[in-house]
């Protein structure tokens, strides 16, 4: 079965840059819709980026043209990286698949499949 393991989280200061890793196993990072959300103190998950089986990415335009979703077919990976972070990116960010398909959408119940997380804090 599908599991999304999340790393690269942890305390930065505003302005810096941070990769945050989403290891896919039993499947390939390309198999589905994968997406990063994240969730903020007392705020909803939001999606932030998500990328679809055939590579398109999307972002919320609170990341756009900040932060960059790719994959790492080597390490069967999703990759975020996020460039000039402020103290509003401090939350848990998570990685999640839509398995079932076939859209690839920022609705948080479409996915099924989720990480653990991974925290990041700016300062």
């Known amino acids: 079965h599908v599991q999304l393991v999340e790393s690269g989280g942890g305390s930065v200061q505003a302005g810096d840059s941070l990769q945050l890793s989403c290891s896919v196993s039993?499947?390939?990072?390309?198999?589905?819709?994968l997406a990063w959300f994240r969730r903020r103190p007392q705020r909803v998950r939001e999606a932030m980026a998500r990328m679809s089986v055939d590579g398109v990415p999307t972002y919320d335009d609170s990341v756009q043209g900040r932060f960059t979703i790719s994959r790492d077919s080597a390490k069967n990976a999703l990759i975020l990286q996020m460039n000039t972070v402020n103290p509003g990116d401090s939350a848990m960010y998570y990685c999640?698949?839509?398995?079932?398909?076939?859209?690839?959408?920022?609705?948080?119940?479409?996915?099924?499949?989720w990480g653990q997380g991974t925290q990041v804090t700016v300062s």
């Open positions: 039993g499947a390939t990072v390309s198999s589905y819709c």
């Open positions: 999640a698949a839509d398995t079932k398909g076939p859209g690839c959408t920022e609705y948080e119940a479409l996915y099924d499949i």
